[in-house]
């Protein structure tokens, strides 16, 4: 702590801003933007600016139990090594599972991730960023040739045009949003076109919003690229010189939309002159840059529309160049680096897959005991294993599953199948943690030591500044304390969790001798000073210059060096029958995830106090619904209640209902109880926007 106050990183959001703590140890305090921090320069949201209220001990939970029993850390790790010892032993190494949180730091990941995959021999490490950004790291990969976001936020400032789909940027991520209106205040000719079926508040600051047909962004997409080939406006040599795919991409895109702009206005329930009007402008301004988050990730076609936003950019050949590019906006504070570490049941680390090499490369580096050899169960794959009887063991951190995941009943069910389930927390209740056999007090901010990465790469610190209550203890601790439990002291013999992030980096030189563009060797031999002192810099540090945008030069780290444009035929609607309405899924400017910490900060639940269902005015005059009334959503796996607003600014036959309340704030729960677990094929991200559900007054 110098005279300007210690340095962090707030813990909400992907944008990852930096933070200023005035004072050491004091649960009242006053953050403030940090002005040197590249991701905000001294901005902050009313969620960071909040960050303090969420400080004070009250529902802290604060000692280890086992069945409701307080014991020493010491009795806990054994019982936890004892169970995962006599499930392997009696039911194979995939018995047990650990399911983690982008909440969580890259250290903690780091060792979840390598206790399992290379010393109890399972890849059944999942995590809740499967629910946030799964499908644009799948495609990430398919197009790339790596999950390597190429762009950064100086993009979102510094382009003409910036097209946000699926995102409600200025409640989601706001200080990105602050950034990009700033730019357009200074220079009003830069264009925003939203995306969205819902008026948000993003929505209402664009020069054109696109109230699309929910589901329909891959169609519109496509029809994008069909109006580029019409029109001479793709980059017919970048693409002859650094892209495949291009003939077949189009000949789908043409196959799936047409080339009949009144048809493709109608599949996107859009008025054809707008859509016209969005078409044009993407093909004349060179800069444009493309935002897209869980609206388009949540979907059972999810990677295919993510695909399609990357394939019109490739097509004109705006990648990694400034002010052009295609940008998946990442929801948490750390998902992305856990997705370095290997935090994805079907990565390995380091941005390595389950290959032979990568297993053998990385196993060696570990000195692995048990390397996993195949990738393991994906979130909604995973619950429905513990549901089947087949998860013996599972450690859950830093996350609410119950409440977060499509289908709440079947979570809650399935948690009751698994033998030993451990629960990692901050608060003495969640709908999860109230499940569990063993409790394990984790740290919270201002407690955590350790790096996070944002969207745009930027590795930042979040530093303590407070002494850890009770007997928290850090996620990784927890972790190495069971590893050396189980005989692997050695491997975990971390006593700081710099030494975990020198590990990692060092593991990273592996990639060296691959095209990826993953590594962190420059900071290999990192001292514990300079990880103390640590400024946010974005990877790759591989010791050349500062690398704030990837591919810029058409080179990708495919087998080929060139990108992939994919063919796609998206699933059109979301959702199945059953149902008059859809209910889309959203969050709220003020409240983050399950409001494990933002629900009870008295200043955050002025914006929206009520759990509260909007309804277009037909449909409420309808079913005789006024302002207030209590209101039930029905489908056929469950409930949920809410208060009525009428809501002119939806469409009508669409209900909307934020996605943070569940049995903590709302008795019967929130939109996870009506929410079927569908999920893409590819990424295995469920499809959390939509719903097919029944409205009745109560
Ligand atoms: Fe925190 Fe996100 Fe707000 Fe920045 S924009 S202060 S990271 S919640």
Redesign the pocket.
Known sequence: MNQTGLKT?????????G?TVPTENDRRVNVS?DAQHP??RG???????H?GDVLPLKDRLLVPSVHGEPVSWDLASQTIADKIRQAQAQYGANSVAFYLSGQLLTEDYYAANKLAKGFLGTANVDTNSRLCMASAVAAHVRAFGEDAPPSCYEDVEIADLVVVTGSNLAWA????FQRLQAARAEQPSKKMVVIDPRKTATALEADLHLAIKPGADGQLFNALLVYLDKHQACAREYIAEHVSGYAQTLAAATLDVGTDSRIQAELCGLPEADLLAFFALFAQTPKTTTLWSMGINQSESGVDKSNAIINVHLATGRIGQPGASAFSITGQ?NAMGGREVGGLANQLAIHRGFDADSIAQVGAFWQASHMAQKPGLKAVDLFDACLAGDIKVLWIMATNPVASLPDANKIRAALAQVETLIVSEVVQSTDTLDCADIRLPALAWGEKDGTVT?SERTISRQRPFLIAPGQARADWWALATVAKKLGFSDAFAWHHAHEIFREHARLSRLNRATALSFDLSAVADLSLAEYQDWLPQQWPLDGTTRTPRLFGDGQFPSHDGRAQMVPISPISVDQPDGGDYILNTGRLRDQ?HTMARTGYAMALNQHSPQFELHIHPNDAEHNAIVNGDLVAVRSDLGSFYALARIDAAQQPSELFAAMHWNRQFASHGGVANVIASRVDPISGQPASKHARVQLAKQ
């Open positions: 990183t707030c813990a909400y959001c992907g944008v990852g801003c933070v933007g991701a905000n901005r902050l949201c009313v969620k960071g600016t960050l991520h706001p200080v990105l504070p944002n983050w």
